[in-house]
Structures are given as C-alpha cells and as structure tokens.
C-alpha cells in the first residue's frame, strides 16, 4: 500500500512540473507568482547580477521556471541564461524557480527555506 502511495505522488509530482520546461510566463494569483502549470514561483537571495546560482543538485529541488523555445520576455518579466545555456524566468531581475517539495497548485513550502528562498511577488 506505501508503495502505491509513494509511486502516486511521484506521478503527481512529475505532472505538476511537467510544465516547467517551455512554460508560459508567469502569473500573478493571490499575490505571488505562479507557473502556467499553478505552482507557486520563489526567487533565490544568492542569485545576483542577473544570474542564477542555483545549478546542479541545487536545480534538482528548485526546478528552474525555464522558458520555451519560441517565447521571449516582455513587460515586468526577463530572462537569465542559465550556466547550461537554457532561459529562465525572471522577475525584476530575479531568477524563477518551482519548490520541488510542494505537492499541489498553493503550496508555498518552500517561502523562507534556509532563509534565502522567498515567495516571488509580481
């Protein structure tokens, strides 16, 4: 039973953040920003200078918000390129990101993270 449990939210967790790669530009909802997907977006304190310092295993539990191949920036949203040459989502010149540990669309469980993740705000 544990295991169809686990093997379920893996599923659930795969499909939530399908939509990370290619997504559309983020949104505003209830205050914070969200991927198309629903998922709440955080910014990273370490990032500066328009770059993203999150790479490797960091990247792994904070999924990069990346943009698809045909979209382009515009009005209060910017693009990073990441160390491996991908585009990322940004807001006032910070990088977005997902939380790989929240579950479902309103999750923030990420906000305050070793106190250097935060809640991205339009």
Do not use: I
């Amino acid at each position: 039973m544990k295991r169809d449990k686990l093997t379920f939210a893996l599923l659930v967790s795969a499909t939530l953040f399908a939509g990370t790669a290619g997504a559309a530009p983020p949104m505003a909802s209830g205050g914070v920003l969200t991927g198309n997907n629903g998922m709440t977006l955080y910014t990273f304190d370490k990032d500066a200078d328009g770059k993203s310092m999150c790479n490797g295993p960091c990247a792994t539990n904070w999924p990069p918000a990346l943009l698809g191949d045909d979209e382009m920036a515009s009005g209060a949203y910017t693009v990073v390129t990441r160390d491996d040459g991908k585009k990322q989502w940004a807001v006032k010149g910070k990088a977005l990101y997902y939380w790989s540990k929240d579950q479902k669309p309103g999750d923030q469980t990420g906000d305050g993270f070793n106190n250097l993740w935060h809640v991205a705000k339009p």
